[in-house]
């Protein structure tokens, strides 16, 4: 099975900032993930698909980049409405989650 | 408007069953594969099982491989996850999910399954 590594677990930051998530795989998927952000109590939303893609109605600060076994979603200048926490997700051969990065107010 | 409304959450005793159901609409259910992603208290997103489109091809997670059976009803719209000798690991919300080129851009409700004695 594929395994994905997400860090950090938890990152703490400030309004406005810029913001890297990373997530790697245990081999190479090309471009197959998407990225996910959750709320306390909320179902997941998909942000990113297909590595870069960035989902209908998601705010352009959200970006996301690379294939093969490394990449990051990028959030910049942090909004409020961007706390919570974030899964990646390989679909390159079946499934797997990230284990998840949780964004929270420093 | 797609919706994905999940049933049949309960509490179970290990060992126990329990049939999860998703009621879809508002797109054509045959042309997407579906997928049951489930999420134990406090913890991250996992895998448990998914299925193509015409239902002809099945994957489910190591861990629930032999106990779960994964199933749709095209001509009914629906999705159902059977699930069998359930172990307490097996709490948690399960989310009934559409994939969209990989992604998952849909999302039921979650529906609560609680394995205890």
């Known amino acids: 099975d594929i395994q994905m590594t997400q860090s950090p677990s938890t990152l703490s930051a400030s309004i406005g900032d810029t913001v890297t998530i990373t997530c790697r795989a245990s081999?190479?998927?090309?471009?197959?993930l998407a990225w996910y952000q959750q709320k306390p109590g909320k179902v997941p939303k998909l942000l990113i698909n297909e590595a870069s893609i960035l989902e209908s109605g998601v705010p352009s600060r959200f970006s996301g980049s690379g294939s093969g076994t490394e990449f990051t979603l990028t959030i910049s200048s942090l909004q409020p409405d961007d706390f919570g926490t974030y899964y990646c997700h390989q679909f390159s051969k079946y499934g797997t989650f990230g284990q998840g990065t949780k964004v929270e107010f420093k | 408007e797609v919706q994905l409304v999940e049933s049949g959450e309960g509490l179970v005793q290990p060992g126990g069953s329990l049939r999860l159901s998703c009621a879809a609409s508002?797109?054509?259910?045959?042309?997407?594969?579906m997928h049951w992603i489930r999420q134990a208290p406090g913890k991250g997103l996992e895998y448990a099982s998914a299925?193509?489109?015409?239902?002809?091809?099945?994957y489910y997670v190591e861990s629930v491989r032999g106990r779960f059976t994964i199933s749709r009803d095209n001509s009914k719209n629906t999705l159902f996850l059977q699930m069998g000798s359930l172990r307490t690991e097996d709490t948690g919300v399960y989310y009934c999910v559409r994939d969209v080129r990989g992604g998952f851009d849909f999302w039921g409700r979650g529906a609560v399954v609680t394995v205890s004695s």
């Open positions: 299925i193509s489109g015409n239902g002809g091809s099945t």
């Open positions: 081999q190479n998927i090309n471009r197959w």
């Open positions: 508002g797109f054509r259910f045959r042309d997407y594969g």
